[in-house]
């Protein structure tokens, strides 16, 4: 017998109240279904045609109906409204110390990557009852990552962070799809949640295959590219120095200042020149085309490595797709060289 369930398992914490607010919205579009249908049943059958009906004295409006009617709907309006505004914010404001896990969208894979360093492709281990917070982007078109056991799905644009907050309450296995129609293979674009013990989970990362966290990756990287020699302290080139700067704010020159989150750091590489911080020359070259997605992340979870003033809030609070560039080139990368390369960022 084929099982074939009406909704998915309720595997998040905020799948029940997504699935009530859908179903207070059904049962609110049913009931003012059914009485409109009624009403026209009913006058239609009231004053069909030859039927001897009081036509002499036709209704031209009633106050206190019509205001009465407007403000029901306001009120149901404005309840549903918030209601759904409040579950929406719970997905994108995670509590503190959740667990980061960095997604890149790529034609047509999903790419996942912790930070303590295992790297996956259309498999997501997470642990049960740990918030966890998806910082996603894509290396070519739009894509949208859909979890619907946990009942979320959002955009993953290139150039561009956007972020998923999510937390498990049940093990099991859990369908990913790609909702967003990517190119030829997009009905191939999909993977799974593992979701573990948290005791399973930490035994899986220390018998995972990895060659250093992400953020030693991301220092060796640093090193690589020579950024070392501008950012590092007693360098020979004037440069601002990326110690505590996540989270805190950089001041700009020409006035104001910016959130050193991750999206200002991948602008910052890719287009050093959109944001110079004041009292610097802007000499800093672009990475463009130099490093890839992967790259960026390894290079950004070393600079929180380096702390800030606002490091671990930061961390745990959610930048609901704050854009770097609508210009973002679609980097190239074949799917081995994808599962061999680091994770990119560079300040």
Known sequence: MVDLPF?????????????LLLLALIGLSSVFTLIVVALIAYFGIKYRRGRAADRSQPPIGNVKLELSWMAGLL???VGTFTWASLIYLRSFNPPDKSLDIYVIGKQWMWKFQHQEGPREIDTLHVPVNRPVRLIMTSQDV???????AFRLKYDVIPGRYTNLYFEANQTGEYHIFCTEYCGTNHSQMRGTVIVMEPRDYQNWLSGSTVSAPLSQAGQDLFTQLGCSSCHAAGASVRAPSLVALFGSQAPLEGGGSVTADESYIRESIFFPQKKI???YDPIMP????????EQMLQLVAYIKSLGGGASQAAEGSSQTGT????ESPALT???DAAESAGTPTQP
């Open 286 to 293: 672009t990475y463009e085309g130099r490093i890839t997605e």
């Open 7 to 19: 909704f998915a398992p309720q595997a998040s914490t905020i799948a029940g109240q997504v699935d």
């Open 323 to 326: 854009q770097v560039s609508t």
């Open 142 to 148: 739009i894509h949208s990552l859909y979890i619907p």
């Open 277 to 279: 911080v004041a009292g």
């Open 333 to 335: 990368e074949t799917p």
């Open 75 to 77: 009120v149901l309006a």
